[in-house]
């Protein structure tokens, strides 16, 4: 059973890696490098890299902890009566506060949970700029497709004017017919140019937010050849457990656990050691010693730690939450990929039918079959049809782009 089960999660896994390799062997995407430089200059990444130079720096302090040596100097004047003299006195001490009670080690497991969390962060933002240049980008592709169905539908619309003029100069047409297949073609022209405006206006928001990035070619036709099988657990588990939102999670809570363990041992105070060295009555005495200071804990540092433990939990529950979210985003989304692929195969399959319906409604109009309000309502179906199958290929292409990123099948950009 075991066994049964290992090589169904094996094929799965593998169908899905050929799925998505197929997917974008076709060139809809764009250039991995061209990803690179513009995630590189996306504001969101250098506010990150900028949090996580802060956020290592405080790491290095962390480490050394903040602990510094005192040089005290004290001048004094000593004045006797009998018999009246003045002598002048001074003294010169170094303190330095010691960390015990496992302190330093502490810290230092601190400032390397610090210094994880900033760099995941920095790789969360940068995944997140990943996501919002796909989406911008199949925007594009998405209205690119729009405009290019409304091309064809005020091509043809174009002929079948062309069409009715001839037939209304061999008499076969009444001049009502020509009226209309003008007025469809007007309409067709006005659908077109609210499509190239909609496209010119989706390209220039991912212009102006990920600059030099260039814009969706042709899609290929055989971009959908390959369907993914059901996913294995182990796929869910990779989605959530490679995800950035969830190690950012767990350093997180590394990060408030270490930091609360740290607060714990603050409840035992360090004391303070230092040597000073006094001259008396004008250097006839001379005085070496040893001082020692311990401050005594009372309730601020028990709250602290109290405080601390509770940011701890708090982290932990987010991490929980985190995790329950991430596998349910990946069971969304693998389900709506094979949704909308089912659903761009039953498009296409209509469009071609529609197609060939369409096809004998223009020779039946031709040949004075039938009438051109018939023509009419068989195109305008004609059109809907595959204006539906190109926005469906491209909202199935979308979903398996965007899941193939979220399982770091595609940009990879940890590195």
Not at 17 to 28: D, I, K, L, R
Not at 234 to 239: E, T
Request: proline letters at 3%; a neutral charge.
């Amino acid at each position: 059973m075991k066994r049964d089960l290992y090589v169904k999660r094996l094929a799965a896994a593998v169908a899905m890696t050929v799925w998505s390799a197929v997917a974008h062997a076709g060139g809809y995407l764009p250039d991995e490098a061209a990803v690179r430089e513009a995630i590189a200059g996306s504001p969101d990444v250098m506010t990150a890299q900028a949090r996580r130079d802060a956020a290592l720096a405080r790491a290095v302090g962390i480490r050394a902890g903040t602990a510094e040596t005192v040089v005290r100097a004290i001048g004094q004047g000593r004045s006797v009566r009998e018999p009246s003299q003045r002598f002048a006195e001074g003294q010169i001490a170094v303190e330095r506060p010691l960390r015990l009670w496992g302190k330093a080690d502490a810290d230092a497991r601190l400032a390397d949970a610090t210094a994880e969390a900033a760099n995941l962060a920095v790789m969360d933002a940068r995944h997140e700029s990943s996501r919002q240049i796909l989406s911008l980008w199949f925007a594009v592709m998405r209205a690119g497709q729009a405009r290019l169905a409304a091309q064809d539908n005020a091509r043809a619309a174009g002929e079948l004017v062309a069409m009715t003029a001839r037939r209304i100069q061999m008499g076969d047409a009444a001049r009502l017919d020509g009226e209309l297949a003008a007025s469809d073609h007007a309409r067709t022209q006005a659908v077109l140019a609210t499509a190239a405006a909609a496209e010119q206006a989706a390209l220039a928001e991912l212009r102006g937010r990920f600059p030099g990035l260039g814009e969706p070619g042709p899609l290929a036709d055989a971009a959908l050849s390959v369907a993914p099988h059901d996913p294995p657990e182990a796929l869910r588990m990779d989605y959530v457990r490679g995800s950035h939102e969830y190690r950012l999670a767990m350093a997180q809570e590394a990060q408030a656990l270490r930091q609360a363990t740290r607060a714990d041992l603050e409840r035992k105070p360090d004391p303070t050691v230092g040597m000073f060295v006094s001259i008396e009555r004008g250097g006839a005495e001379r005085i070496l010693g040893v001082s020692v200071a311990m401050p005594l804990g009372g309730e601020h540092r028990r709250a602290v730690a109290t405080a601390a433990a509770a940011d701890a939990e708090a982290a932990a529950r987010s991490r929980m939450a985190a995790e329950r979210r991430l596998g349910t985003e990946f069971d969304v989304q693998y389900r709506n990929l094979l949704g909308k692929r089912s659903t761009a195969q039953a498009q296409a399959e209509a469009a071609r039918l529609q197609r060939i319906a369409s096809d004998r409604a223009t020779r039946a109009y031709r040949a004075g079959e039938s009438g051109l309000a018939e023509l009419l309502a068989v195109r305008r179906s004609l059109a809907e049809a595959l204006l539906a199958e190109r926005l469906a290929r491209v909202d199935a292409l979308e979903a398996d782009s965007r899941l193939s990123l979220d399982l770091h099948q595609m940009w990879d950009l940890d590195d």
